[in-house]
C-alpha cells in the first residue's frame, strides 16, 4: 500500500514540476517573413528606381513591361508628323501594342493624313542570368516616313525579330543584339546592334547601328535620353 502511495506521489511531484516549467518558458512563435517584391528597374541602373527600358532608338530590347503595366509613348519627326504608340503588359513577360503615324497634324501642313495603325508584339522568354543575356522575341509592323509614290514607308517595319540583353563590363553598359525579317516575301535578314548607357538613373546615352543587310542600307543612329520623373522620359534623337 506504501509502495501505491510513493508512487502517486512521484507522478504528482513530476506532474507539478512540468506545469511550473510551462508557466515559466517563453512561447515563441514561428517568424513569418513578408515575401516584399523588389523594385523593378533596368539592370545595371543606380537607383532602382527606373522601368526598364523596352525600346532604344528603332530598335527593341528584350525587357517588357511588368504584368498589368502600360506605356505611351510620342515621336515626332519631320513635316509635323506624330507618330504614337501605346503598350500593355497582358501577361508576365508579354506585351501587346499598337501604333498609328499621323502626318502633318503640326504645323501648317494643309494635307493631313492618317496612317493604318499597326501591332506590336512581345514576348520575353528566357530572363537571363550572370552569364546568358534575356531573350526575347516580338514583331513590330510600323515603319516610318511614309512615300505616298510608291504607297510604302521608306524605313520598313522591323517585322519579325529576335534580340538579346546583356549588361557587359561597367554598370549600366548594355549591348542589345538584334536580327530581324521584315518581309517574309524576301526572306532578307537584317541585324541591329544597339548600346545603352544608364548614367546614374537621370540620363542615357543611346548608339544605334540598325538595318544591318549592306553597307550602304544600314543607319547609325545616336540619342541622349533624360528621366524626368522615374516614369517619363524625353529623347533627343538624330
Known amino acids: 500500500m506504501r509502495y501505491r502511495i510513493a508512487r502517486i506521489s512521484a507522478a504528482l511531484v513530476l506532474l507539478l514540476s512540468s506545469a511550473a516549467r510551462a508557466e515559466n518558458a517563453t512561447v515563441s512563435s514561428p517568424k513569418i517573413r513578408a515575401k516584399i517584391r523588389p523594385p523593378v528597374h533596368a539592370a545595371g541602373s543606380g537607383d532602382g528606381v527606373l522601368q526598364p527600358d523596352t525600346d532604344v532608338i528603332d530598335a527593341p530590347t528584350a ?79 510600323q515603319g516610318y516616313r511614309y512615300n505616298s509614290s510608291d504607297k510604302r514607308f521608306n524605313q520598313r517595319q522591323r517585322g519579325f525579330y529576335m534580340i538579346a540583353t ?24 537584317f541585324g541591329c546592334l544597339p548600346l545603352t548607357l544608364n548614367i546614374r538613373d537621370k540620363a542615357a546615352v543611346l548608339l544605334e547601328w540598325d538595318n544591318l543587310n549592306n553597307w550602304s542600307d544600314s543607319r547609325f543612329n545616336a540619342a541622349l535620353r533624360a528621366y524626368l520623373p522615374p516614369n517619363f522620359h524625353v529623347d533627343f534623337a538624330v
Open 166 to 189: 546583356k549588361e557587359v563590363g561597367v554598370s549600366g553598359f548594355q549591348i542589345h543584339p538584334s536580327f530581324n525579317i521584315s518581309d517574309f516575301d524576301t526572306n532578307g535578314i
Open 63 to 141: 525587357a517588357a513591361l511588368d504584368y498589368r503595366g502600360y506605356s505611351a509613348r510620342s515621336r515626332f519627326y519631320s513635316s509635323g508628323g506624330i507618330l504614337e504608340y501605346l503598350s500593355f503588359g497582358v501577361y508576365p513577360g508579354v506585351n501587346i501594342g499598337a501604333s498609328a503615324a499621323v502626318d502633318g497634324p503640326i504645323g501648317d501642313e494643309k494635307n493631313v493624313r492618317m496612317r493604318a495603325p499597326t501591332a506590336q508584339v512581345k514576348y520575353r522568354f528566357y530572363e537571363g542570368d550572370s552569364d546568358f543575356p534575356s531573350l526575347a522575341m516580338g514583331y513590330d509592323g
